[in-house]
Structure formats: C-alpha cells, structure tokens
C-alpha cells in the first residue's frame, strides 16, 4: 500500500516516532521522538513486513539525487591497479557496484588478501601489474590512506588487462592470460566471470 | 606589444567618497530611511537556484540585492593524505571574494574567519556519520559583497548540501541584524554595516528550531537581544521557506 | 625580394648553431645549446621513481623547471614550463618507464630573440645525452613576419621586436630512412611535415602563417642535419655510453 | 582531546547533573583566579591569569600609527592569541592555529565592539592624538602557556588586567605644520597616561553538559560538552559580544536563559577581578 | 569453469547506450562504468559513428549563451569584470592607458582546484589571455587617456571561471570581450590637487570633465577563439573536459573579425598537425567567428532593451 507521494526536503517533519519507522533519507529525533526527512524527495510509507512483529510501517524519502557512491566494506568495486611493490599493490576504485565513482578512492590489495589458498606464496608481481582492471570487495575502510581492498575469491582478480604488446589479453586459466598479437603468456590473479 | 610586464602602477579609484556616518541617528531615528527604502524589520527578496556548478556534486547560487554568491560542494571524497583517520566524515568549508566584489579592488580578503564560522554554523546540521572517513568540501565565493555576505553564504551552503544529496538533519538558514542608533534593522546591506553600532548573526534549523550559531559584536541590553534573536528568527523561517521552494521546484524539474 | 638584416643575414639564413653535451657531471645528461648570442643550458635528472599527484603513474611524468636569466619566474615562464612540457612528452616515449619521473632544468644563458626555439632544441639535446627514449628528436625554429609582408628566420631579439608578428615552430627532424620512399608518408606529406608545437604571437595573415609554415619546415632540414651531425661526431668521440 | 573511559564520563555528567562537579564546585562557580602584573618588562603593560591549571598571559604594546582613511577620528586596536604548543599536545601543527584565530576572533568580537566602536572595552577615539594624522596603535597578545579548559574567560580576565597595568606615554604635537604632511609629535618618557578599564567587560563562558551548563569548565569537562556559549558582560550588565561554539543546536529559550545566568554570573567575576588587579598592582608597587 | 574478458560483452551492449540508441537505463550503469575505465575505448566507438558521447557532431561547438559578462560554453562559465582605476601614465607613453588582465579559477569550479595554491593552468591562460587581447589591437590605449602625461585609466580585467568543462580559453576570450563591449566610463574631472574625481559625486558640475566623449571603448577587430582537440585523423570542436584529459592534442586558433590569425596555438601532443589538419581547424574557427559574431551582438541588443 503507497499513499500519495509528497516533495518533501530535509528537515521537514514525516510524522510520529511513535506511529512511523524511519527509513532511508529519513531519521527520528530521540528529543521529541519526531521523524524528519533528511534528503529531498518523496515522501513514500511502505508496509510493514507481515513477518515483523514491529506493526510500525516505514517512511522513506526517495527518488532524490544521491551523491557519488562511496566504498563501503563489503561492496564490490572495481579498480584500476596504479603502483605494484613486493607486498602490496595499491588501486584507484573506479566503480562502487554498478556506479562510476565521481574522483577515485585509493585502495590497497596486501599479499595476504590476492588469493585464498598459499598466501605465504603470493608475488604481487606475479598477480597484478599497473593498469590492470581488478574486481575487487572492500575489507575494510583501511587506514588514513586507503580502503583494504580483497581479490581473495574465484569471481575477484583481473578482469581486463594490457599486454605489453598493448593489446587486450585473453585470459586462458585461473592465473594466465595471453595476448591476442603475440600469443605471449602473461601471469596474472584472473576473475572468473560471473554469469 | 603593449604589455607592461613586472611594471604595477600604483592605481586609485576615482569614485572613493569619504564615506561618513549620516548624522539623522543621534536622536530622531524615526524619519530615517534605509539606503535601498525598506522598512528596518524587512528582508531583501532572497532568490536561490540549485545547480549552478555542474562540475560540482551539488551546488547553488544565491541573490540578495547586489549580494551575490555561489557556493560548490564535492563529495564525499577522498580525504587529503596529510589528514588522519575517522570514523566519521569530515567537513571542510573555504570562503573566498572575487577581486572586483568589494568597492575596493581586492578588499575582500579581510574575511579570513568567514570559512570557519562558516563550517560551525554547517557542522551541526549535517549527519557526518553517514561518510566515514571521506570529506565534503564547501566552497563559497563571493561574487558581489552588497552586505550580510556571510548569513548569504550559510544559506546558500546549506542549499548546495542539500542538491549535493549530503544528508541533512535541516537547512540551515542565516540572518543577520544591525544596530543603528537606537534601530535594529534586519539583513543589513553594505553601507549600513560599515557605520553600525552593533550586530547579531543567527543561524539556525527552522525546522527544529535550533541555533547552530550565534554571533553579537557591540553593547546590548536584554530587550534589544530578544527583539533582535525574534526577528532572526522569524526571518530565519521565511527565508527557509523560500528555499525549501527552491529545491523542490529543481527536484521535480529533474524528475520531467 | 631581398632584405637586409642588421648581422646581414640573408632572411632564411640561421645565425650560426652551436651544441655540446654532458658538459654538467651531476646531471643524468645535459646540453648546452646556441644560436648566435642567444645560449641556454638543459639539464637532465631521472628518470627518478614515482611520479607527482594528477600524473598518471602508468607513464613516465615529465617535469621542467625554467631557470630565466635574471629575476624568479612569472607568468611568461610559467607558459614555457607548459608548452616544453607537452613538446617533450609527445617526442618521448613515456610507456617504456612507467612510474617515473624525469626533470628537465632549462637555465637561460643570455637572451638574444628565437628563446623558447633555442630552450626547445637544448632540451632534446639533454635528453638525447641522458639516454631517455624518444620516438624522434624535435627541431624548434623562430619564423618573424614583417609588415611588408616578408617572413625572417631566426631573428635576433630586436628583429622580434620591430617585427609584426611571429611564430615558433617545432617540427620532428628529418630522417633516413631504411624504408623506401614514401612509406613513411602521412596523408601525403613526410611525417617531419607534422607540428608538434605552434606558438605564435601578433596579428598576421593566414597566409603568411603557412609562409612561415614552408619557411620553418626548410630550416628545421638544416638543423636535423645539424643535430645528426653533431649526435654523429659526439658519439663517436664521448667517452659516455648511452 | 582528552581520553576518558565510560566510568570517567559517566563520573563527570552525573556529578554536573548533581551540581557537585569532579572537584567539588558547584556548577556556576569559578576555579579560584589569580592575577600578576606587569610581568612583561618589555611591554607597555601585561598581566598573567591563572584559573586552575590553565594559565595565560596578556601584554599590550603601543605603536603610533595612522588611523584608517574611513575611520580618521580613532585608533586600531589589534587582538592575536598564540597557543604554545607545550600547553598542550593538540595545539601542535593546525590545532593550534585555528583555535588561535577563533580565540582571536572571538576576543576582537567580545572587546572591540561594532563596526562605529561602540560597546568597544577600550574606546578607540581615546587612541587618535591627532585627528586622521596620528593615533596609538594597541597591539595586545595573548599567550596561553597551559591549558586546562576555559581558555576564552582566562585571556579576556588578562587583556583586562594588562590594560589597567598599561600605561601610554603622553605625546604632544608640534604646531600644525600643512594640511597634507604628517604633524611633528615627540613622546615624553616620564608622563604615561592610564586607561579607563572600568569599561572593559569580562567574558562568561556557558558550557553545556547533558541537560545542564557549568562555567569556568575544565579540559574533561570540554570533552563533554554538547556545545557551549562565550558571553561577554560589562559592568552595566550589557552583553558587549556572545560566541557559540561546538556544532549542536540550541534551542533558542535555552540560549536567552543562558544570558542572564551569564549576567548574574558576571557580577561576581568583574569583583573578584577587580579585587584581584588592584591586589596585584599594590603587590607590583612595593616589588 | 569459462573465462570471458568482462567488458568484452560490455562494448558490444555499448552501442545500446549511445545517445542516438534507445536509452535503456540498465544498460546505461554499466555503460557509464565502461566509460570510467576505458574512456579512450569509449570514445573511439563514438568517433566510428562521427558523434560524440554528448550527440554533436565532431565539428559543432556546444550551446553558447552571454548576459552581459557572463561568457557560458556548454558547461563551462566565465564571469568577467573590469575596475577603472586612474595611474599616472608611464614616460614613455603618456598618453596611453594600460589594461591589466588576470584569469582566476576558484575552487568551486572544479574538482581538481584546492583553496590555497592556484590552480597550474591559470597562470598559463592568464598569459594566453592578455597576449592575445593586447595583440589583438581590439582597444587602443590611447583611449584610455585622461590627462596627457597626468592621468590615464588602468583597466583591471578580472576573469573568473565558474564552472570548468573544457575549452576555458576560448570562454574566457569570449567573457572579455563581452566585458570590453558593455564597459561604461564614468564622467570624471580633476580636481584642486591634481586628482581624478567621479563629476556627478563631487558636485563638481562646474569642473570640466576630462573624459566628455570617452565614455565607451569603441573595440576594433574583436578577436575569437576555437579550442579543438586531434585524435587520429579526427578533429573535434570545443572539446568537454573530458574529451580534452584523454584526447591531449590541443589546437586554439583565434581570427579576428577580419579574419587575421591572431593566435595559433598547439603546445605539444601525441598528434602531429599537418597543413591539412591546421587548414580544417581555421576554417571551423572562421565558421565560429560568424556564430560568436551573432551571440555577441545579440547579447548586446538584448542588453540595450532594457
């Protein structure tokens, strides 16, 4: 059940803590259990789940211009490898999910999260090298520098990369890929692509 | 070709009065007009837009007679290097005035403290958790200085945010008020500023009725301050009104 | 029509060139370049490791550093830095060492007109010196259109002044090729027809911009030649390999 | 900052919300204050202020100077704050500049008055020696050596002693030369003239800890609040200048109520102040 | 298990997502990552069917707007202001005025400029900007004399960029100009000691003013400019942002209303241009210089009305 959408912008009062739950672009204030919008849209209530046991519907505020996406841990991003040194390889995030990012992030893959078999024998050289296309998920928000990006799965790795003939590689096993022009083999921690 | 390099002139502008203060203020006010005819509690007509920078993740422009400024928010982005980790997001504001928006070439750089009291006034407003570690940057630039620049610039910063989908637990809308004589004349321009006794800043969430900031300079009694606070007040929620309207007419634009 | 130029110079004649290289120690490479009283230095240092921010680490980054005669550097320098910048980023080969960067110091030893030309040419020289890998070398030329119409090449720094307008030209150098004539043609024209950098200054007629274009283009022949020469003889007799 | 564990902070509200804070005072009452003047040789004058552990000191330097072409008939007057880093570990690198410049600003806002000077502390017309020619440039620094808390009320308690411990000396100007030349001026070194300082208001400062709001807080105490309010009162009561701090909002009754407690509160302080100067001006004659 | 190159599938769904193709937003996410990453691959499948990401044709410049000094290129905006300010004139030319030209770009308008240190470019088109206004002979100095060795104005040229999407030399030359076109001098005299003063302000009707018929600069052979990036055999006109950090061959010709260059500049790039090349970007700027013509003048006319 929906009701009439409303335009609604932050700060404006969506109605009662104690009949509504507040969802996305929306927060209840603790002082006069008030909930407020907190982004520009439309007002929207959802049902509750029939499940829930909380008889409260939802009110959301939706359809708003959302600004870039930001890495979060657990996301997938895909990123563009930049520098690769003996222990870590550090990344631009390019993309967050689906979403292009508006101005990178900086991420970091360490020896210890490229695969999750052998780590003790990881070459990062071996596994990446700068320009490559990773797919990649966020461990965590990292350090001051960087997020801690892992390619530690099957479906995570390179998923396009330039041979040094300049040409896209085909990738032909797990941990090679071989350049189209040249036939020459190139070491890499390959994707499996997901479909 | 007829470049002069290295070679500055010193340079004078011709139109420089001697701008002294009008005597009609020593005893009856009352006859007294303001510079551009208003009454001493009305507001300039405010006119915003949203959307002025499209290089800029949200952003907006703000017209209050000759006072003119437009504001860009980036972000959330990237933290400089230099800064240390946290867990919550940061806010980064700066306020800067083209060279030709105060009558003196190049005057506007004595508002140095504008960018922090500009981010205090924001900070409070704004729900830094929902970034960690990531930083949104408010730049404001001044285009014209027609007086009450910094109310405009808080205003309108708090407009960008919002087009910039930074979420918000309100506008934030400023106002400021002049004491002259024995008058307290609401969003004071230029000229009144330059001769005013005292002043008082407010910033507030007029939805929540909440101060984010609140500035006096000169000597004033408790009954000034609560008529002047009212009057911010007041005005505050007109204006946030107005600007409520602002985004809403840009938001369903987008939606066509 | 003829003209007569103060040096007497015939109007296509340079002023006399002069080139030596690895003439600093402490630089990778360097160069000291000039054409009559006009001289300037070009130090190489790099490739060093990493690159500055905005840069893209999968190429090398090229930086140069305008050391002017006398006073610190404005806006005119600032321009130089740009354009000797881009020119000497599209002569080298960037993909060979990612990740670095190499910078390049111009010092302007006296100025006597054809400046950025000279800095141009002194700069491929250091690079050469210092063994940085280019796809080709870059040859830079001053062409001075007068009011009459008439076009000078290399002039001095009076002749750019009472001049009407004029155009600095780099052009690849001419080169042998082992190929057989013709394959190295683009669109019909050799490729050290090709600009690499055009900057020009005062008003002239679009005509006379290609004037200088064919004048610039002949000149830049009688530079290549003087820099293969020069390369030629150098290498064979300096005791430093690469 | 400062690090406190859950226990720490729950001590610390809790005992607020009681009014019997951490270390036994009540919520609107000051840590004892101590004043020393004329600790500056150097300076035309100076004082030093210490409330607990925070310690600071003023000094006032006076320099002829030209008064502005739009404000010919008064001097300029010049408020800066250096936090040395040894007072404490966050004041080393940016920290310190910016709570120097927001000490700064928020001490010119409090001191100096409007735009015309009025409500000003120091009246700036009593600067000019000659009109639009000549004028005394006052130059007061602010210094904070250790800091634990209340910073604002402490500088503002020493700009007020340093300025009743100043003395300028008395110029007398040559006959008027021409209208366009500067006039000849010659300082006596024997006749120094005082400032009226009974003008100059002292600064209150409300911070706000859970529901309720203390004075004269002390470093913890800060690590607390929600927000806080710098009010400063002259001798008729009159608000000459009010800052707030710390981003949350405030309700606007709150902030009114705020006033006149700082009002009553004010009272007190200006005595004691007084009191505490004139004590150490005796002190300061027969050293 | 099978391996495919990820964005292999991706380039041939691209052509789903090309403006003139029906806009299927599904398909468009991924389009828009695709772009992010590949940005030159991206590009170049544009270039093939002559037409770019933005649907022009590689030739045509972006909608172009002024209001008065308000130069807008797509995207990208310049405001420009001119202060008068009376110098005494310099020995050598007293009876010239100066004109000081300065271009600003704030951080609000763009993602790579920080407050603090100005941005690289600036100084750079900073100079571009005045070279090619004060060569360009578009406004004599001499009209900038007040009093013969005495007094002359000292115009400060201000131009600040709002917003930056590409092509900010040829927007800024186009926001001076405007700037130049609607400049208004006062009515000035000189007073007692030897000063410049407004006439109107100081009352001083009976004084003669000094400047009666100079009111306005009247601008001869206005000079334009058009910004073109080469890539490959193609040219495209009054690039994007974008198309000028992946596409790094700059070419700027401007021409003057009687079409004399006044400027060609191309610093470096992987492109060689070649005769024909330079004769394709000239004659794009002499079709351009007719539009800017028009845009100029109507801006001006609309000005007059009210």
Known sequence: MEEADEMVTPGEVLGKATDLKAGKGAYAASHNNTIYASLTGFRRIQAPPPASNDKRPTVEVTGH??????????????ARVTKVMARTASADIMCVGPKSVREKFTGIIRQQDVRATEIDKVDMHLSFRPGDIVRAVVLSLGDARAYYLSTAKNELGVVSAESSAGATMVPISWTEMQCPLTGQIELRKVAKVVN | MAAKPGSAPVTYSP????????????????????????????????????????????????????????????????????MMYSDTGRLNCNVSYTTFATP?????????EFSSMLLKALEGAIMLETFPKTTV?????????????????????????ADAGIMMYDLVAAVSVSCLGKNLVIDPV????????????????????????????????TPDINEAMQLCLDACSKLGKVMRTCLKEAASASQE | MEVDREDGRSQNQLRPLACSRNILHRAHGSASWSQGDTKVLAAVYGPKAGTKKNENPEK??????????????????????????????SICILTVNPNTTTSIIVQVVNDDGALLPSAINAACMALVDAGIPMKHLAVAICCCVAKSGYVILDPTKLEEQKMKAFAYLVFPNSVRSVLPEGSLRVEGEPIENGIITSVTHGIMSVDDYFYCLERGRAASVKLSDFLRRNLQQQSTDSSKAG | MVGLSVGEKHFIQGGIAQDLRSDGRKRLTYRPIYVETGVIPQAHGSARVRLGATDVIA??????????????????????VDCSPTAAPMFEGRGGEELSTELSVALQRCLLGGKSGAGAGIDPTSLVVVEGKVCWDLYIDGLV???????????????????????????DVAVETRSDEQPEVNISDEEFLQFDTSGIPVIVTLTKVGRHYIVDATSEEESQMSSAVSISVNRKGHICGLTKRGGVGLDPSIILDMISVAKHVSEQLINKLDSEIAAAEASEEES | MCFFPLFRSKENRLTMGLPNASGDLSTEVEVDAFRRLFPLRFYEKHLLESIRPDARPLGRARETTIALALAKIGSTTMLAAIKMEVMTPSLETPDEGCIAIDFHMPPICSPIVRPGRPAEGAPVVAKQLSDTILSSGMINLKELSLVSGKAAWMAYLDIYCLDADGALFDTALLSAVAAFSHLEIPVVSLNDDGKIVLSEEQGLSDREPVNKEKRKINLSSVPFSLTCVLHKNYILADPTAEEESIMDTIVTVVLDSSSQLVSLHKPGGTVLAYTSAIQDCIALTRQRVKELQKILEEGISGMEVD
């Open chain 1, 65 to 78: 211009k959302a600004h870039g996406p930001v890495p979060e841990p657990g996301s997938v991003v895909i």
């Open chain 4, 59 to 80: 000094s006032v330097k006076a320099e002829l100077g030209k008064p502005s072409a739009l404000q010919p008939d008064k001097g300029k007057i010049a408020i800066y």
């Open chain 2, 137 to 161: 940057d408010v730049f404001a630039l001044v285009l014209e200085s027609g007086g009450s620049d910094l109310p405009v610039v808080i205003s309108c910063a708090s407009l960008a945010l």
């Open chain 3, 60 to 89: 090398a980054c090229i930086e140069v550093i305008w050391k002017p005669k006398t006073g610190q550097i404005g806006k005119p320098e600032k321009e130089y830095e740009m354009i000797l910048k881009r020119t000497l980023e």
């Open chain 2, 190 to 221: 230029l000229e009144e500023e330059s001769y005013q006794d005292g002043s008082l800043m407010l910033t507030c969430m007029p939805s929540r009725y909440e101060v984010t900031q609140l500035t006096f300079t000169g000597e004033w009694s």
């Open chain 2, 104 to 112: 003196v070439r190049g005057q506007g750089s004595d508002h140095k």
């Open chain 4, 145 to 171: 050596i250790s800091s634990d808390g209340n910073l604002l009320d402490a500088l503002a308690a020493a700009i007020k002693a340093a300025l009743s411990n100043t003395g300028i000396p008395k110029v």
């Open chain 2, 15 to 82: 139109n420089l009065g001697q701008k002294t203060r009008p005597p009609i203020f020593k005893d009856n006010d009352l006859d007294w007009v303001r510079p551009d005819g208003r009454g001493f509690h009305q507001c300039r007509p405010a006119f915003f837009r949203t959307g002025a920078v499209n290089s800029a993740s949200g952003s907006a422009y703000a017209e209050l007679g000759s006072t003119k400024v437009i504001v860009s928010v980036f972000g959330p982005r990237e933290s400089k290097k230099a």
